[in-house]
């Protein structure tokens, strides 16, 4: 016989499926939480859009370049070992691109208004601003003849279209020279060790034009005509040879960098999609829709990489510092390996990849990513109490709000690569 107090301090019939489902939607916000925090990173929301970064290691200083909704645009100078943003340099045209002179202790700024600026790596000032033929879309910055190469494009009629490349000191910021070379933008890279400066221009039929230039003066040295549309070209700087690939054809041609010579020519089995090399291996790594392959800089010989991410349809070669990293990314992560040393780590982030850059002395890499909805405020927990009152129950875990941003600014501890 059950007396009054018992009766009255009887649990229900429904009390332990109660019970399991306030515990399932406890773990389930536990991993929800979890998963934000994970790998060390730390994230500055942007409410413009990222184009382009850069990361001093001699100051901890990563530059990132926006580009605002009405033409403007900003670096901003975050700190790459607190995170912390530091300061907001305004632009009356977006950056496009970005090069170090870690010497010089200068960032080179190329924008869209046909400007480059100067700023100091340690304050952010603004040192200098220099106008410059047409409107720059690539740059790159040799610290050994302290020269900074801007390639430009007459904005028209394709037809009557052009390119040029301007040369500018990296200490002043002075324009030192201007060379008019082919029709239409297109790649550019440097040999340092050669002092070579070699870009690409597509030419008007199915051909495109390699030019070689000397990185001290700026002066035309060589001219090549090469078969297909070349979309992509890397630099081994150690051998001396410039690897290039083109979208139309799916081939590899191994040139020498000093005279723009064609010494090899590789067939591929899909259309590359780009090029990037080891620095401290040599080795060439070439993707493409199927996969990643390496050109072995021992053997010559082309093999095919295997193993985790090959398959994601996102996936991107980085050639970070002297290494290449295989990005993949997609469902609010990012998968970073690399593939000559093993290592590999999974961090959360949103948006697409938009760049990314290591501070060698720190192992601390910033991830540029694009729009997207991410987590605002609190748990909805009102929401989650209602779904669970309704007949049948919502058996939902609790979420956050989201709202819309244009970028985001990661901090990642990547010391498992």
Request: aromatic letters at 4%.
């Amino acid at each position: 016989m059950k007396t009054v107090v018992e009766q009255a301090f009887r649990a229900p019939r429904w009390a332990p499926a109660a019970g399991l489902v306030l515990l399932l939607a406890l773990f389930s916000y536990s991993l929800r939480r979890a998963a934000d925090h994970s790998g060390g990173s730390q994230a500055i929301m942007l409410a413009e859009s990222p184009t382009t970064l850069v990361v001093d290691s001699h100051t901890g200083r990563a530059f990132v370049g926006t580009s605002g909704p009405y033409g403007g645009g900003h670096v901003l100078v975050v700190d790459t070992g607190t995170g912390m943003l530091l300061r907001a340099v305004s632009l009356t045209s977006a950056p496009v691109a970005m090069a170090m002179d870690e010497r010089a202790g200068h960032v080179v700024v190329a924008s869209g208004g046909a400007a480059v600026v100067l700023l100091d790596a340690t304050t952010g000032n603004v040192l200098r601003t220099t106008i410059v033929h047409h409107s720059p879309f690539a740059l790159a910055v040799d610290e050994q003849t302290r020269r900074a190469f801007v390639l430009s494009e007459g904005v028209g009629d394709p037809q009557h279209s052009s390119m040029s490349v301007n040369v500018l000191d990296t200490r002043s910021g002075v324009l030192l020279h201007t060379l008019a070379v082919g029709r239409l933008p297109g790649q550019l890279a440097l040999d340092r060790p050669a002092g070579r400066v070699l870009l690409t221009s597509p030419d008007a039929g199915t051909t495109s034009t390699l030019y070689v230039l000397d990185a001290r003066s700026g002066t035309l040295l060589h001219t090549r005509r090469l078969k297909g549309y070349i979309t992509g070209m890397a630099v081994d700087e150690r051998s001396g040879c410039a690897y290039l690939i083109s979208a139309d054809t799916p081939r590899l041609r191994v040139l020498d960098a000093r005279s723009g010579a064609v010494l090899r020519a590789l067939p591929l089995d899909a259309r590359p999609m780009a090029v990037a090399v080891d620095r401290t291996t040599g080795h060439v790594f070439i993707q493409n829709a199927t996969g990643t392959r390496v050109l072995d800089a021992r053997t010559g010989r082309l093999r095919r990489l295997r193993g985790p991410g090959q398959a994601a349809p996102t996936r991107l070669l980085v050639a970070d510092g002297p290494r290449v990293v295989v990005a993949s990314w997609g469902n609010g992560t990012l998968s970073l390996m690399d593939r000559l040393r093993g290592g590999r780590c999974v961090v959360p982030v949103a948006g697409d990849l938009v760049a990314l850059a290591t501070d060698q002395r720190t192992a601390r890499m910033v991830v540029l990513t694009g729009a997207d909805m991410v987590p605002a405020g609190d748990v909805a927990w009102a929401a989650w109490a209602r779904g669970l009152l309704a007949w049948p129950p919502r058996l939902r875990p609790p979420t956050r709000s989201r709202r819309f941003v244009a970028g985001a600014v990661n901090i990642l501890d990547t010391s498992c690569l």
